[in-house]
Protein backbone atom coordinates (compact mmCIF):
# COMPACT_ATOMS: atom_id res chain seq x y z
CA UNK A 1 0.00 0.00 0.00
CA UNK A 2 0.87 3.98 -0.01
CA UNK A 3 1.79 4.07 -3.58
CA UNK A 4 2.37 7.76 -5.01
CA UNK A 5 2.94 7.80 -9.01
CA UNK A 6 3.83 10.73 -10.85
CA UNK A 7 3.36 11.07 -14.53
CA UNK A 8 5.35 11.97 -16.64
CA UNK A 9 8.89 10.56 -15.01
CA UNK A 10 10.78 12.51 -17.86
CA UNK A 11 10.01 15.08 -20.39
CA UNK A 12 11.89 17.88 -22.25
CA UNK A 13 10.27 20.91 -23.27
CA UNK A 14 11.12 23.89 -25.22
CA UNK A 15 11.63 26.90 -22.91
CA UNK A 16 8.83 29.50 -23.29
CA UNK A 17 6.36 26.74 -22.98
CA UNK A 18 4.41 25.44 -19.87
CA UNK A 19 4.95 22.02 -18.56
CA UNK A 20 2.31 19.68 -16.34
CA UNK A 21 3.66 17.32 -14.29
CA UNK A 22 0.94 14.59 -12.29
CA UNK A 23 0.78 13.09 -8.91
CA UNK A 24 -1.51 10.23 -7.66
CA UNK A 25 -1.84 8.94 -4.82
CA UNK A 26 -3.01 5.07 -5.93
CA UNK A 27 -4.11 3.37 -3.15
CA UNK A 28 -5.23 6.00 -0.20
CA UNK A 29 -6.50 9.44 0.16
CA UNK A 30 -3.98 12.19 0.11
CA UNK A 31 -5.55 14.89 2.55
CA UNK A 32 -2.24 16.81 1.62
CA UNK A 33 0.16 17.06 -1.15
CA UNK A 34 3.66 18.41 -1.30
CA UNK A 35 6.08 19.33 -4.00
CA UNK A 36 9.88 19.74 -3.89
CA UNK A 37 12.48 20.07 -6.74
CA UNK A 38 16.17 18.64 -6.62
CA UNK A 39 19.17 19.81 -8.12
CA UNK A 40 22.14 17.25 -9.09
CA UNK A 41 23.51 15.96 -6.03
CA UNK A 42 22.04 18.40 -3.99
CA UNK A 43 18.97 17.33 -1.41
CA UNK A 44 15.04 18.08 -1.82
CA UNK A 45 13.99 21.27 -1.60
CA UNK A 46 10.18 21.77 -0.05
CA UNK A 47 8.35 24.13 -2.79
CA UNK A 48 4.70 24.14 -1.72
CA UNK A 49 2.62 22.24 0.44
CA UNK A 50 -1.01 22.09 -1.30
CA UNK A 51 -4.35 21.04 0.60
CA UNK A 52 -7.44 19.37 -1.42
CA UNK A 53 -9.82 22.33 -2.01
CA UNK A 54 -7.38 24.75 -1.19
CA UNK A 55 -4.99 26.92 -2.63
CA UNK A 56 -1.08 25.81 -1.90
CA UNK A 57 1.15 27.52 0.71
CA UNK A 58 4.56 28.18 -0.78
CA UNK A 59 8.15 28.25 0.61
CA UNK A 60 10.25 31.14 0.59
CA UNK A 61 11.48 32.29 -2.45
CA UNK A 62 9.01 30.55 -4.25
CA UNK A 63 7.26 32.08 -6.99
CA UNK A 64 3.20 30.78 -7.08
CA UNK A 65 3.34 32.17 -10.61
CA UNK A 66 5.87 30.00 -12.33
CA UNK A 67 4.85 26.93 -10.40
CA UNK A 68 1.30 26.80 -10.33
CA UNK A 69 -0.45 23.78 -8.04
CA UNK A 70 -3.73 22.61 -8.07
CA UNK A 71 -4.71 19.48 -6.03
CA UNK A 72 -8.45 19.33 -7.33
CA UNK A 73 -8.88 15.88 -5.04
CA UNK A 74 -7.91 13.52 -2.52
CA UNK A 75 -5.63 11.42 -5.17
CA UNK A 76 -4.69 14.27 -7.20
CA UNK A 77 -1.96 17.27 -7.88
CA UNK A 78 -0.36 19.02 -10.57
CA UNK A 79 2.45 21.52 -10.73
CA UNK A 80 2.64 23.90 -14.04
CA UNK A 81 6.06 24.86 -14.57
CA UNK A 82 4.87 27.76 -17.01
CA UNK A 83 6.78 29.34 -19.26
CA UNK A 84 9.36 27.22 -18.70
CA UNK A 85 13.34 28.10 -18.92
CA UNK A 86 16.65 26.20 -19.18
CA UNK A 87 17.55 26.94 -14.79
CA UNK A 88 13.71 25.29 -14.37
CA UNK A 89 15.28 22.02 -15.35
CA UNK A 90 15.49 19.79 -12.22
CA UNK A 91 14.54 16.43 -10.91
CA UNK A 92 10.36 17.10 -9.46
CA UNK A 93 9.17 15.10 -6.63
CA UNK A 94 5.65 15.17 -4.83
CA UNK A 95 4.82 13.38 -1.60
CA UNK A 96 1.77 12.44 -0.11
CA UNK A 97 0.32 12.35 3.30
CA UNK A 98 -2.41 10.23 4.05
CA UNK A 99 -5.41 9.70 6.20
CA UNK A 100 -5.79 6.91 9.03
CA UNK A 101 -3.13 4.78 9.22
CA UNK A 102 -0.48 6.68 7.43
CA UNK A 103 -1.41 9.89 8.83
CA UNK A 104 1.87 10.43 10.43
CA UNK A 105 3.91 9.24 7.25
CA UNK A 106 4.64 11.00 4.00
CA UNK A 107 4.98 8.92 1.19
CA UNK A 108 6.88 10.06 -1.81
CA UNK A 109 6.55 9.65 -5.91
CA UNK A 110 9.16 8.68 -8.51
CA UNK A 111 10.17 11.90 -9.14
CA UNK A 112 9.93 13.47 -12.59
CA UNK A 113 12.85 14.37 -14.42
CA UNK A 114 12.25 18.05 -16.40
CA UNK A 115 15.01 19.51 -19.03
CA UNK A 116 14.46 22.71 -20.67
CA UNK A 117 16.44 23.10 -23.90
CA UNK B 1 16.89 25.14 7.95
CA UNK B 2 17.19 21.25 8.30
CA UNK B 3 17.64 20.71 12.45
CA UNK B 4 19.20 17.57 11.80
CA UNK B 5 23.53 17.29 10.94
CA UNK B 6 24.84 13.70 9.31
CA UNK B 7 28.45 12.57 8.37
CA UNK B 8 28.20 13.10 4.38
CA UNK B 9 29.47 9.79 4.06
CA UNK B 10 30.14 5.85 5.49
CA UNK B 11 31.38 2.61 4.05
CA UNK B 12 29.50 -0.10 4.97
CA UNK B 13 30.67 -4.54 4.27
CA UNK B 14 27.55 -6.39 2.90
CA UNK B 15 25.95 -8.29 5.60
CA UNK B 16 27.37 -6.17 8.50
CA UNK B 17 25.65 -3.70 10.35
CA UNK B 18 25.27 -0.32 9.37
CA UNK B 19 24.84 2.88 11.75
CA UNK B 20 24.25 5.86 10.76
CA UNK B 21 24.32 8.50 13.48
CA UNK B 22 22.32 11.82 13.53
CA UNK B 23 22.32 14.91 15.71
CA UNK B 24 19.47 16.39 16.70
CA UNK B 25 20.47 18.45 19.39
CA UNK B 26 17.78 21.65 19.87
CA UNK B 27 15.12 18.76 19.19
CA UNK B 28 11.72 20.04 20.75
CA UNK B 29 9.53 17.88 22.70
CA UNK B 30 7.17 17.60 20.21
CA UNK B 31 9.33 16.46 17.42
CA UNK B 32 9.49 13.17 15.61
CA UNK B 33 12.71 11.91 14.33
CA UNK B 34 11.97 10.31 11.06
CA UNK B 35 14.30 8.60 8.54
CA UNK B 36 13.82 8.61 4.75
CA UNK B 37 16.85 7.13 2.07
CA UNK B 38 17.12 7.98 -1.75
CA UNK B 39 17.91 5.80 -4.34
CA UNK B 40 19.83 7.04 -6.85
CA UNK B 41 17.34 9.40 -9.39
CA UNK B 42 14.54 8.01 -7.14
CA UNK B 43 11.91 9.17 -4.88
CA UNK B 44 12.84 9.04 -1.10
CA UNK B 45 11.40 5.98 0.86
CA UNK B 46 10.14 5.74 4.21
CA UNK B 47 12.15 3.63 6.48
CA UNK B 48 11.16 4.48 10.17
CA UNK B 49 10.36 7.16 12.57
CA UNK B 50 10.22 7.86 16.32
CA UNK B 51 9.24 10.55 19.04
CA UNK B 52 11.44 8.91 22.14
CA UNK B 53 11.13 5.06 22.52
CA UNK B 54 13.42 2.75 20.28
CA UNK B 55 12.02 1.61 17.11
CA UNK B 56 11.96 -1.51 15.16
CA UNK B 57 10.42 -2.89 11.51
CA UNK B 58 11.12 -4.49 8.80
CA UNK B 59 13.67 -2.35 6.85
CA UNK B 60 15.55 -1.08 10.32
CA UNK B 61 15.73 0.12 13.97
CA UNK B 62 15.37 3.37 15.46
CA UNK B 63 17.83 4.32 18.50
CA UNK B 64 17.00 7.39 20.23
CA UNK B 65 19.26 8.82 23.02
CA UNK B 66 17.56 9.57 26.54
CA UNK B 67 17.78 13.19 26.26
CA UNK B 68 16.64 12.33 22.53
CA UNK B 69 19.69 14.81 21.54
CA UNK B 70 21.16 12.63 18.50
CA UNK B 71 19.59 8.96 17.30
CA UNK B 72 21.16 6.03 15.29
CA UNK B 73 19.77 4.08 12.10
CA UNK B 74 20.50 0.57 12.19
CA UNK B 75 20.15 -1.37 9.30
CA UNK B 76 21.16 -5.14 10.24
CA UNK B 77 22.50 -6.99 7.49
CA UNK B 78 23.01 -3.93 4.71
CA UNK B 79 23.26 -5.51 1.08
CA UNK B 80 24.24 -3.97 -1.95
CA UNK B 81 20.79 -2.52 -2.82
CA UNK B 82 20.97 0.42 0.76
CA UNK B 83 23.45 1.47 -0.59
CA UNK B 84 21.87 5.17 -0.92
CA UNK B 85 21.52 8.99 0.78
CA UNK B 86 19.77 8.40 4.18
CA UNK B 87 18.30 11.33 5.46
CA UNK B 88 17.50 12.22 9.13
CA UNK B 89 14.49 14.25 9.59
CA UNK B 90 12.81 16.04 12.80
CA UNK B 91 9.20 16.81 12.01
CA UNK B 92 6.71 18.69 14.47
CA UNK B 93 4.06 16.29 15.49
CA UNK B 94 1.05 17.04 13.41
CA UNK B 95 2.74 19.20 11.21
CA UNK B 96 2.96 18.56 7.51
CA UNK B 97 6.91 19.54 6.16
CA UNK B 98 10.06 17.80 6.13
CA UNK B 99 12.54 19.24 5.78
CA UNK B 100 15.73 17.60 4.23
CA UNK B 101 19.67 18.41 5.41
CA UNK B 102 22.40 16.98 3.48
CA UNK B 103 21.77 13.53 4.75
CA UNK B 104 24.48 10.21 4.56
CA UNK B 105 25.77 8.84 1.50
CA UNK B 106 25.83 4.88 2.65
CA UNK B 107 28.07 2.93 0.17
CA UNK B 108 27.63 -0.58 0.80
CA UNK B 109 31.06 -2.62 -0.98
CA UNK B 110 31.09 -6.72 -1.69
Known amino acids: GAVVSQHPSRVICKSGTSVKIECRSL??????MFWYRQFPKKSLMLMATSNEGSKATYEQGVEKDKFLINHASLTLSTLTVTSAHPEDSSFYIC?????????????FGPGTRLTVT | DAKTTQPPSMDCAEGRAANLPCNHS???????VYWYRQIHSQGPQYIIH???NNETNEMASLIITEDRKSSTLILPHATLRDTAVYYCIVRVVHTDKLIFGTGTRLQVFP
Open chain 1, 95 to 107: SARGQGAWVDEQY
Open chain 1, 27 to 32: DFQATT
Open chain 2, 50 to 52: GLK
Open chain 2, 26 to 32: TISGNEY
